[in-house]
């Protein structure tokens, strides 16, 4: 596609509930990125993906967080167990080969209730 | 510890008139930083790029001027447009890929 797209825009899950953020990168891009951004704050790394491999899992605050890129293209972000201080917008990058310019998504705003 | 910082949050600047957005860090292994831009609902857009082997890199409007010795950058817009209002954040490349982003400073450019 033209950009990276994420789904959904906006989600609302109870505490406790397991949710599912999506991620299509564009097209060609081999860098994967997530990332948190709490309000009033920059985005901070999660995890990065080259291809399907999960290069670094460093920034995921919990066991709770988990990624996959099975097949190098669409990723998933999955979050276990929600709790209140999960609530943040969720970013999803890519990049190409060889650049540091990442591309970002529009976002899917979590809110834990 | 906060290694890219943006000190201003805010910043109002009259239309036509010069906007400096600046920009400090603490770990003088990054080696690569770029500027966003984000607009209330979006995703952060890709803005300008300046590796540490130069001091300055200019496309457009955008000027992005680097000081390593002062651990410092800025992002000078000029003429500044009521399209620039938005929030503004730095990001410095650590390792080959992560980036570290700043808090961001909402910039908002007056008619």
């Known amino acids: 596609g033209a950009g990276v797209s994420q789904s959904p825009r906006y989600k609302v899950a109870k505490r406790g509930q397991d949710v599912a953020l999506r991620c299509d990168p564009i097209?060609?891009?081999?860098?994967l990125f997530w990332y948190q951004q709490a309000l009033g704050q920059g985005p901070e790394f999660l995890t990065y993906f080259q291809n399907e491999a999960q290069l670094d899992k460093s920034g995921l605050p919990s066991d709770r967080f988990f990624a996959e890129r099975p097949e190098g293209s669409v990723s998933t972000l999955k979050i276990q167990r929600t709790q209140q201080e999960d609530s943040a917008v969720y970013l999803c990058a890519s990049s190409a080969r060889g650049r540091y310019e990442a591309f970002f998504g529009q976002g899917t705003r979590l809110t834990v209730v | 510890d906060q290694q890219v910082k943006q000190n201003s949050p805010s910043l109002s600047v009259q239309e036509g008139r010069i906007s400096i957005l600046n920009c400090d860090y603490t770990?003088?292994?990054?080696?690569?930083f770029l500027w966003y831009k984000k607009y209330p609902a979006e995703g952060p857009t890709f803005l300008i790029s300046?590796?540490?082997?130069?001091d300055k890199n200019e496309d457009g409007r955008f000027t992005v001027f680097l000081n390593k010795s002062a651990k410092h950058l800025s992002l000078h817009i000029v003429p500044s447009q009521p399209g620039d209002s938005a929030v503004y954040f730095c990001?410095?490349?650590?390792?080959?890929?992560?980036?570290?982003f700043g808090q961001g400073t909402r910039l908002t450019i007056n008619p």
């Open positions: 990001a410095a490349l650590q390792g080959a890929q992560k980036l570290v």
């Open positions: 770990n003088s292994m990054f080696d690569y």
């Open positions: 097209s060609g891009h081999v860098s």
């Open positions: 300046i590796s540490s082997i130069k």
